[in-house]
DNA sequence: TCCTCTTCGATACATACTGTCTCACAGATG
DNA sequence: CATCTGTGAGACAGTATGTATCGAAGAGGA
């Protein structure tokens, strides 16, 4: 006695419907994603999408949810290959105009609509904690001065934000002598020889 | 004999359909402006929105154009003080909920879009050399470490990048002492004494 | 003031899109 | 093989979009 939920033929054509709505968003922007064009593009029936998504903003929200999850991810390596490691895999994320779009999107969004709030705080929400916690291995090992360990949102925000600045206004390519630079700017001042 | 451009009726309507097509906007992101709502709202006929627009993306490209232009001015008193004044400005009009809807719009139909992209270009793009002159004087002056004027646009990236950060992806409110810290960080390099 | 030109709002209209419903069919389960 | 259940196709009403037409009123020159 197969649900809703666990049902093959579901997962198969909800798959599809968000693949396609992903496309269609890239594409052509938020408002290219309807209940027809996914139907369309994913090859399946305009009535199905509906069963899955009752309003455009639901599957527009499940479009954005699906892509962009874990933005920012931090092990025990020493500070500064992480940070640089990290930085270069949100610049090359960056660069990539689908990631732009699907950023924007939820920005722009997140401005009135609760649901995207909470997708752009999983994107950073949980970095803010980790990092506190890899800086604070930092210190203790050395690597960096006291006190470092209660700027972990200063660091993240001036390495990427001036990432963001670069590709969201100027539209450049983002390159690696960028990240490098950013990044040995914000550690400057934590650095113990300083 | 009045033509389409100078009739003080035409500018009236027109006047009327952009303002209403800017408190859509922020309102309800860029698909709430339709020919259909923006004539409701400015009080004026549908025709009449078709007649000055043929198509919507001709409309919301005005209306974002019309908005945002001048987002960075500079002038002749010390660096410091200029970039602090700035940077402020900056964040205070960020801090507005429709000047991050109007941006975020921008920001991501200029991935698809070239008059989007004329617009980003039209806030940004005078920055940079108005800041590079500035910096030159500063540094005829004494006040900066020769060399900085060829860094106006990282020393921005660096001021207005986290501001952005702060506020398009964690959705705070941005206050005074942050601005400041990132003037005197990003300033901190080129400082004589340094 | 009067006359002429242009834009205006309103309306009508064809077409396209949206959201809901029904139904026969095929895939999935046991 | 028998029985559910999700599916695609299509019908349907309601709404939105884009265009054309018309009389009314504003604008500017005589």
Redesign the pocket.
């Known amino acids: ?14 798959a ?1 419907a968000l693949a396609a709505a992903t496309e269609l968003l890239v594409e052509g922007g938020p408002e290219n994603v ?4 996914v ?1 369309r593009r ?11 998504w ?3 903003q639901a599957l527009l929200i499940d479009a954005l949810a699906g892509d962009v999850r874990p933005l920012l991810a931090f092990d025990d390596s020493p500070v500064r290959d992480q940070l640089v490691t990290q930085a270069e895999q949100m610049a090359h994320r960056l660069n990539q105009p689908s990631a732009v779009s699907i950023l924007a999107t939820v920005i722009q969004r997140a401005e009135r609509d609760e649901d995207a709030r909470r997708i752009r705080e999983e994107m950073f929400g949980r970095a803010d904690e980790d990092f506190t916690r890899v800086l604070a291995a930092a210190v203790e090992r050395g690597e960096l001065r006291p006190g470092a360990q209660e700027h972990a949102r200063d660091l993240i925000a001036r390495i990427i934000g001036p990432l963001l600045f670069e590709r969201f206004l100027h539209g450049v390519h983002l390159e690696k002598d960028l990240v490098v630079s950013l990044v040995d700017a914000a550690l400057a001042p934590w650095l113990p020889n300083a």
């Open positions: 006695m197969p649900r809703t939920n666990d049902d093959p033929r579901a997962l198969r054509s909800r599809a309807t209940h027809a064009t139907a994913a090859g399946i029936g305009r009535a199905t999408v509906y069963r899955h009752p309003d455009q």
